[in-house]
């Protein structure tokens, strides 16, 4: 982030975010998991927008009911990305003693503006905030960028790996731990 930049905002997701959430998920998906995943799949990505906004609205009224919370970021105005965690999910079954950040995105023309930063700052006080002593996420192992994001803000590789299954490939996943304040 430069020195001139306006800081990023971060506040909880409101139902009237879905929309802009959705599509920056989208654009960050195709640019960031282009040598990746399936470009075929990528680029079919922009016609699910309608039905990605659903889910979105419902994952915001989902997380108002308790347990888990959607951020977004701004700059100037501009929603650039967001972040979602609660308990973690591994097993199946929430573990209690533990969270999970579940999805952390920023749209690609705002990448390296402090967005992502600001997002994952938030996020990791509020897990701590609601009683867990550590947490986990999972990242596509081919991800570098993202596996470096992660890296700068203390989280490391814990061993375990599973496949993500999407457009008809299988991705191997690992996952990230880190202890909470």
Request: net charge negative; proline share 2%.
């Amino acid at each position: 982030m430069t020195e001139s930049a306006i800081a990023p905002v971060v506040r909880q997701a409101e139902v009237d975010d879905a929309a802009r959430i959705a599509s920056s998920h989208v654009r960050s998906w195709q640019v960031g998991y282009a040598d990746v995943i399936s470009g075929d799949y990528l680029r079919g990505l922009d016609d699910d927008l309608p039905l990605r906004t659903l889910h979105w609205q419902t994952a915001i009224l989902a997380a108002e009911a308790g347990g888990t919370f959607v951020l977004v970021c701004e700059l100037e105005g501009d929603l650039v990305g967001w972040l979602s965690g609660g308990s973690c999910r591994d097993g199946g079954r929430a573990r209690t003693s533990i969270g999970e950040i579940h999805g952390c995105y920023v749209d690609p023309a705002h990448w390296r503006e402090g967005a992502g930063s600001a997002l994952m700052t938030e996020g990791l006080e509020r897990l701590s905030r609601s009683g867990y002593s550590q947490a986990v996420l999972w990242v596509l192992a081919a991800n570098s960028r993202a596996r470096s994001f992660y890296e700068h803000h203390g989280w490391h590789a814990d061993g375990a790996r599973k496949m993500y299954e999407v457009g008809g490939g299988r991705y191997p996943q690992v996952r990230y731990r880190r202890k909470l304040a």
